[in-house]
C-alpha cells in the first residue's frame, strides 16, 4: 500500500522496513502495542499519528498479517540479539558505574532517580 494522489497516508518500505509514510515510526513499533492490545487511539496518540496515519498502518497489518508477523518476529529477534550483545560488552563498564558515587551536590537528584527506576522496574514485572 502507498499513498494515493488523494493524500491518504501510506505505509512504504525503507531501509527501516516497512513505515509510515512520512514518519520514522515503522510497523514494528506499531505491532508492539498492536500485539498487547493497546486501543488504536493510544496507539495514535503515543505516537503522534494522524486518523488516516494509524489507519493506513492498522489496515496494512490486518490485510498483510503473516507477512508483517514474520518481518516483526525477525526485528524482535534482532533486537534481542543486539540487546544481548551490548549488555554484554557493557557489562563491566555498567559495574563499575553503579558503584561509583554520584557527583558532589547531585545526591538528591541520584536519589529521586533511583526511587523512579524502582518505581518503573516494579511496573514491568507487574506486567510480566
Request: overall charge negative; charged content about 30%; cysteine-free.
Amino acid at each position: 500500500m502507498t499513498s494515493e494522489a488523494n493524500g491518504q497516508a501510506g505505509i512504504i518500505r525503507t531501509e527501516r522496513g516497512l513505515t509510515i509514510e512520512g514518519t520514522r515510526i515503522t510497523l514494528y513499533d506499531v505491532m508492539d502495542y498492536v500485539t498487547a492490545q493497546y486501543p488504536p487511539k493510544f496507539i495514535r496518540s503515543l505516537f503522534n499519528l494522524t486518523e488516516e496515519q494509524i489507519n493506513a498502518a492498522l489496515a496494512y497489518i490486518q490485510t498483510n498479517r503473516a507477512e508483517v508477523e514474520a518481518e516483526y518476529q525477525m526485528v524482535l529477534k534482532e533486537s534481542e540479539e543486539l540487546r544481548q550483545y551490548y549488555e554484554e560488552r557493557n557489562r563491566d563498564l555498567i559495574a563499575r558505574l553503579s558503584v561509583k558515587p554520584p557527583k558532589p551536590g547531585m545526591e538528591a537528584a541520584w536519589e529521586k532517580l533511583q526511587a523512579q527506576k524502582a518505581k518503573h522496574q516494579a511496573q514491568l514485572e507487574s506486567h510480566r
